[in-house]
Nanobody
Framework: QVQLVESGGGMVQAGDSLKLSCATS????????MGWFRQAPGQEREFVAS????????FYIDSVKGRFTVSRDDAKNSVYLQMNHLKPEDTATYYC?????????????????WGQGTQVTVSS
């Protein structure tokens, strides 16, 4: 059974940092891209960041470039999202995902599996 389990969310103030982790199990994800999406209340789910197989390439939504860093550790079957200089508009539920191929994915149609999500709340 494929599982993606996120952790590390919480309530912080603007300017603070958080590091999200995603532990994977049930299959070998080392050959596919991994990434993060988020969904704020009343809004559609959106792409945040993704990393290719072997960590060769990363993609980010413009609003998080320079503040967020996506990474993976295939030896630990884990994916991470380091979030610095958090803003209130980053408030959302963050979902760990895996793509169907090796290259970073940005569209929901390119996603194979989803985690249950972890809540991030940033107060001003």
């Amino acid at each position: 059974q494929v599982q993606l389990v996120e952790s590390g969310g919480g309530m912080v103030q603007a300017g603070d940092s958080l590091k999200l982790s995603c532990a994977t199990s049930g299959r070998d994800f080392s050959g596919v891209a991994m990434g993060w999406f988020r969904q704020a209340p009343g809004q559609e789910r959106e792409f945040v960041a993704s990393v290719s197989r072997n960590s060769g390439r990363t993609f980010y939504i413009d609003s998080v470039k320079g503040r967020f860093t996506v990474s993976r550790d295939d030896a630990k079957n884990s994916v991470y999202l380091q979030m610095n200089h958090l803003k209130p508009e980053d408030t959302a539920t963050y979902y760990c995902t895996n793509g169907r191929g090796p290259m970073p994915m940005t569209r929901m149609n390119d996603i194979d599996d989803w985690g249950q999500g972890t809540q991030v709340t940033v107060s001003s």
